[in-house]
């Protein structure tokens, strides 16, 4: 199987993630659908946006000349001849002494070249309508292609497609968009030992604890943006895991397993993996925790294995799944990216591994500095409930004082709370 005898550097083990990850091939979607995903090619305007010169408010289109004089003391008094709605424009021309009604985003009629808002006019008849303010030539008029112009880029190869942008597109009257597709994930947890964390638990010394990972994983997935092809517990018995391997993984582009991938009397993952045909790439991470993370490929479906702590899993997943995810959805940024911070607080090791310690982000003036989220031990599930990301002490150190830059992993920026978001970007 390919059995590394020493253990792989954890930035190594990113870039064989990331050799592997190709982008998912790009599919057309209508906009709607398209929300969050990658757009595969540069879209540009096949029309200039304004389509038109049109009114920015409801009052009347008028020749800018005939209102030069106009004002509260001393009105100027229009004849009006017809009326311009949104989608049923005005046909004639505005000629001098003349004005058009016309409401807001309605096609500017010919001849007139300024609107005057209706809170400065008072309506005298059908035929008449007083003006009681002069007003420039282009006023309250919003000049065709102001916005866009035809051949415009409005978004580019490796954007996300927001709402904003799509709305962007739509007004541009594009209707689809060529993206690249989520990738699809697969999440098998397996142990014996293993309950739904709905269960009763009816005795406490029976071995059995709630699973975690399952809800773990698939929502990290959602969160890193794949899509969920199917979430299943798994006893630790070869006959369903083979059944994995045969049928399950043809439903997925990742096949995620927790448990089962380090050296256990009843860890079959690997071996089963080779049985199957699939290519191990690593296995043994010099890292802390998470040390038995595997990885490899069957056929076109990348398989990573995770260890079965919950906190191990989380930490794998958060780092190494969601470099694959990002780097299949076509995004730009997919690299494991880091930060200098101060450490808030003296951190110690007592092995060789890099250690990926839980911690949050405080700010002190113009300095981010990370404090412990709690003890190191991969148990303990408080440390990665509230935590911003992982302080990185290196390999060959024991003990980082207090006040030291490290190295931060910052996986995904949404967890930082608002007030500290707002602070980092200013200090940046």
């Known amino acids: ?39 595969a090619e540069d879209v540009v305007s096949p029309y200039d946006l304004p389509l038109f010169a049109s009114s920015a408010m409801d009052g009347y289109a008028v020749c800018a000349n005939d209102v030069a004089q106009a004002s509260p003391e001393s009105p100027v008094e229009l004849e009006v001849i017809g009326e311009a709605r949104a989608g049923l424009p005005y046909p004639g021309r505005v000629r001098s002494g003349q004005a058009v009604e016309i409401m807001t985003g309605s096609p500017i009629p010919g001849g007139a070249d300024a609107v005057v808002k209706v809170e400065d006019t008072q309506r005298i008849d059908d035929r008449r309508v007083r003006i009681f303010a002069k007003v420039p030539p282009l006023t309250a008029i919003r000049a065709a292609g102001r916005d866009i112009k035809k051949g415009d880029v409005l978004i580019r190869r490796g954007e996300k497609v927001s709402s904003g942008l799509a709305a962007f597109l739509a007004a541009a009257g594009i209707g689809e968009i060529k993206v690249v ?52 517990r798994v006893k630790d018995d070869p006959s369903s895991l083979r059944e994995v391997f045969v049928s399950r993984s043809q439903l997925c582009d990742i096949l995620v397993f927790s448990g089962g991938v380090s050296k256990g009397k009843y860890d079959f993952v690997r071996p089963l993996f080779s049985e199957s045909g699939g290519q191990e790439l690593f296995w043994g991470i010099n890292q802390q925790p998470g040390k038995p993370l595997f990885f490899g490929k069957l056929g076109d479906v990348l398989v990573l294995g995770l260890p079965g702590n919950p906190v191990s899993a989380f930490f794998c997943a958060d780092l190494y799944l969601r470099t694959a995810v990002r780097r299949m959805r076509g995004e730009p ?96």
């Open 333 to 428: 940024d997919f690299e494991v990216q880091t930060i200098t911070v101060l450490l808030g607080e003296e951190m110690t090791k007592n092995d060789t591994r890099v250690a990926f310690r839980r911690a949050f982000l405080r700010t002190r003036g113009k300095q981010v500095v990370a404090y412990s989220a709690g003890p190191p031990d991969s148990h303990l599930l408080h440390t990665i409930a509230r935590h911003h990301g992982y302080v990185i002490i290196p390999a060959e150190r024991a003990r980082v004082p207090e006040g030291e830059p490290v190295e931060f992993v910052l996986p995904d920026i949404s967890r930082l709370p608002r007030e500290l978001l707002k602070t980092l970007l200013s200090i940046v």
């Open 1 to 39: 199987m390919g059995v590394h005898t020493t253990l792989m550097d954890w930035r190594q083990a990113v870039a064989v993630v990331i050799r592997y990850s190709d982008a998912k091939a790009p599919v057309t979607k209508p906009l709607a659908q398209a929300h969050d995903l990658i757009a």
């Open 181 to 232: 597709p989520r990738p699809r994930v697969g999440i098998v947890v397996t142990g014996d030992e293993l309950l739904p964390p709905d269960v009763n638990l009816l005795q406490l010394d029976s071995g059995a604890i709630f699973d975690a990972n399952s809800v773990t994983l698939e929502l990290l997935s959602k969160e890193m943006g794949a899509e969920v092809a199917f979430c299943e």
